[in-house]
């Protein structure tokens, strides 16, 4: 589009000047003067005014998967204002997925010093995402001259999986590591059987465990901390890949996945059963506990942090390999797909329970000593009772 303009302007120059000189007549050529002028002080506005522009992302650090990122795009002008109009592109990446998006932008000038824009953008995948400003360039009054603009700092923000509401209903009881009541004495956790120890309430306590008789001779509020049983052995396993027998899966199925691991997790929190979420990374197992809502919260971080491999087809004989069987005797297995012969393997060693995200309708079915519960990616974000 700057070429045609610049063309144009040449053209009536080229005219201007040939009428002077053929015509004869000086006020042609005084107009042809005021044509120069005129250009060269729209490039100097522009160089002035890019010079003085600043550009940033602003938003919310943080939202769910389905929400709004409330992104906003601020330009800060100085005192010399562009007057031509400012373009660039707008890139999305998602570190998670490992995909990125880019989105033009054109902005015409504002005689604001401050203008903000706001970017509806959600396209429902979860992760760690950073937006980003490139090839911002801001154009003269004329469109006759450009000159680039310097896009400032990257945005980053984690967009969390959604979390359902999820009720684990364990067909059986969780197997311990030994019978009786055993407690850690170094750190408290979630069982109401044994008191821990005592402190002062901390938002997000629960309201539960409030020692109320405590609090009001104190006259402040006092929790009691529970103990924390050391022998459950529930691992919840999540295997994410972008293909899976060399079939693509879709974003809803691998959304699916993150969402059901974090709402299970979330469930089985709030029924005080302390349990293990894995996954591999790089090839090697990583272990997270989940025993408080500060582990939970921090074995999410981990979780948007990673990168989804593309195929998991030997995760599952890494884990036989690991011999995780003596370590756990439950095992929650969460992916787009399951290699029958290997699972059927796990199930030898120790329980196993698939959840699989499925675009169609939810399903349940028993494998070769081991269960299959399919859940469908359109009802995933609603209210379920899962029996494991």
């Not at 005129?38 to 939202?63: D, F, N, P």
């Not at 539960?208 to 052995?233: A, D, T």
Request: charged share 20%; net charge negative; aromatic share 10%.
């Amino acid at each position: 589009m700057m070429k045609g303009y610049r063309a144009l302007y040449l053209a009536a120059m080229v005219v201007t000047g040939l009428c002077g000189i053929w015509g004869g007549k000086y006020l042609a050529l005084v107009f042809l003067l005021a044509l120069v002028l005129v250009a060269v002080v729209s490039y100097l506005q522009m160089k002035i005014s890019a010079k003085e522009l600043t550009v940033e992302i602003t938003g919310k650090g943080s939202c769910r998967s389905g929400q709004d990122m409330e992104l906003r795009l601020e330009l800060h002008y100085g005192q010399h204002r562009p007057a031509g109009r400012i373009a660039g592109d707008l890139l999305f990446e998602n570190h998670l997925f490992g995909a990125s998006r880019s989105y033009p932008l054109m902005l015409e000038s504002r005689h604001q010093k401050r203008v903000v824009y706001e970017i509806p953008f959600d396209d429902g995948n979860c992760g760690l995402r950073r937006i980003s400003l490139e090839k911002m360039t801001c154009y003269d009054r004329l469109g006759l001259f450009s000159c680039q603009v310097e896009p400032g700092e990257p945005f980053v923000c984690t967009v969390y999986p959604f979390e359902a509401q999820i009720h684990t209903d364990f067909r059986q009881h969780i197997d311990r590591e030994q019978s009786g009541e055993i407690y850690d004495s170094r750190r408290s956790g979630t069982d109401v059987s044994e008191v821990f120890g005592l402190r002062e309430y901390q938002e997000g306590d629960s309201l539960q465990s409030i020692h109320w008789k405590l609090s009001s001779k104190l006259n402040q509020l006092i929790v009691r901390e529970f103990g924390r049983p050391i022998n459950y052995h529930t691992l919840l396993f999540l295997d994410p890949a972008l293909y899976f027998k060399e079939q693509p899966v879709s974003e809803k199925a691998l959304n699916g996945i993150f969402d059901l691991t974090v709402s299970v997790s979330r469930g089985l929190l709030e029924q005080n059963i302390a349990h293990f979420v894995g996954y591999l990374q790089g090839g090697q197992f990583q272990c997270l506990p989940v025993e408080s809502e500060s582990s939970y919260q921090d074995m999410v971080r981990n979780l948007m942090n990673d990168k989804i491999p593309k195929e998991n087809e030997g995760t599952l004989f890494t884990l036989l390999d690991m011999q995780l069987h003596q370590r756990f005797t439950k095992m929650i297995y969460v992916a787009g797909g399951i290699y029958e012969d290997m699972a059927h393997h796990i199930s030898n060693l120790m329980n196993l329970t698939v959840l699989q995200p499925v675009e169609g309708d939810s399903d349940y079915y028993c494998g070769a000593g081991y269960e299959v519960i399919s859940v469908s990616t359109e009802e995933i974000r609603g209210q379920h009772i899962i029996s494991i």
